[in-house]
């Protein structure tokens, strides 16, 4: 789509969204392993209207997540950006990789740069992730970027109740860390 601003990384390129992507988006969003902490597996019809909510909120909001492009191979990753779905605790910072590319850095480098994009185009305090309480990876990804853990809070999401912890980074957080790099 090109509506969505292109950003890379030393490694990735965050782009729009292609028809193409739908496969590979499918194969991430039926994989329990992947989903454990995101809702139940979807099956192909649910992972079209993922995809088409995932443009949509570049529509409606003016950010949004992108799809995340490696570049050595031009393998479509999975997810990262900024939402703010309706009855959303503020705007988040959120991850979704296939599994086979956990443990590389890839969350924490799109995440940071997906954070830059919100503080320097969005007139944000603060950026949030939403992170169950037992996701110790997640958590150790929110760290790498900046991000504290916050209060306790309870999404509700097609019709559960699932804990989170509030992580975040203000304005003034990231910006001490920018001009300490």
């Not at 760290?143 to 306790?152: D, F, I, L, N």
């Not at 019709?159 to 003034?172: A, F, S």
Request: with cysteine; charged share 25%; aromatic share 10%.
């Amino acid at each position: 789509m090109d509506a969505i601003p292109r950003l890379e990384t030393e490694r990735l390129i965050l782009r729009g969204w292609r028809e193409s992507d739908f496969e590979p988006l499918a194969a991430i969003h039926s994989d329990p392993e992947v989903m454990t902490f995101l809702g139940p597996v979807q099956e192909r019809g649910d992972a079209w209207r993922s995809l088409s909510g995932l443009i949509g909120h570049w529509v409606l909001r003016g950010y949004g997540k992108w799809a995340v492009e490696r570049k050595s191979d031009g393998a479509m990753m999975g997810r990262v950006g900024l939402i703010n779905p309706e009855g959303w605790p503020g705007v988040e910072v959120g991850w979704t990789l296939g599994k086979q590319y956990w443990g590389n850095g890839y969350a924490s480098e799109a995440a940071e740069a997906a954070i830059r994009y919100g503080f320097l185009t969005q007139p944000l305090d603060k950026i949030i992730s939403c992170i169950a309480p037992e996701n110790f990876p997640s958590q150790a990804v929110a760290k790498r970027v900046g991000e504290t853990k916050g209060a306790r809070a309870t999404l509700r999401i097609g019709g559960k109740d699932y804990p989170v912890d509030l992580w975040g980074i203000t304005r003034e957080t990231w910006l001490k860390r920018q001009s300490a790099a």
